[in-house]
């Protein structure tokens, strides 16, 4: 796969996750290496480490912060568990910066990110909420 490949409109570098279908009836693809990024890197994350079965170690430590009080090194602790997931399973990503947005008990973190091969084509993904039990994490995990 090449940037070039970005630009051949019948060339699908990949699924979209979550898996849903598409209006022809196959499941969504990303056309841009940049959209799949995007999709593993949240794939990346949101996986629990020892949650898949014959790579236990991949993931993130990311969803631990769930069952932990939000403190003042919280962001810190979230900034590591990305930045430390994305180094060891997703090596072509350069991650620029993590923004939070903080309300009351909840925390998003947004990641901004390039790929080696493009590294003047910035991207970002938003991640859910992290925090108390309204949050999409906390929800997803039967908090």
């Given amino acids: 796969m090449s940037i070039s490949d970005d ?3 019948d060339i699908t570098i990949g699924l979209q996750l979550p898996l849903g279908t598409h209006a022809d009836g196959v499941f ?3 056309q841009t290496l940049l959209e799949q990024t995007k999709s593993n890197i949240k794939n990346l994350l949101l996986t629990v480490k020892g ?3 014959g ?3 991949f993931g993130s430590n990311l969803l631990n912060v769930v069952f932990e009080q939000i403190g003042e090194d919280a962001e810190d602790q979230i900034d590591a568990a990305i930045r430390d997931s994305i180094s ?3 090596p072509h990503v350069i991650v620029k910066s993590i923004e939070f947005s903080n309300s ?3 925390i998003t973190p947004r990641v ?3 790929i080696n091969t493009d590294t003047a084509s910035d991207a970002e993904l938003e991640l859910p909420e992290l925090g108390d039990g309204d949050s999409a ?3 997803t995990l039967g908090g």
């Fill in 7 to 9: 630009l051949n409109p």
């Fill in 28 to 30: 969504k693809q990303t």
């Fill in 51 to 53: 949650e898949r079965l």
């Fill in 55 to 57: 790579n236990p170690n």
């Fill in 88 to 90: 060891e399973f997703l």
């Fill in 104 to 106: 009351e008990n909840t």
């Fill in 112 to 114: 901004i990110f390039a």
């Fill in 137 to 139: 994490f906390s929800r």
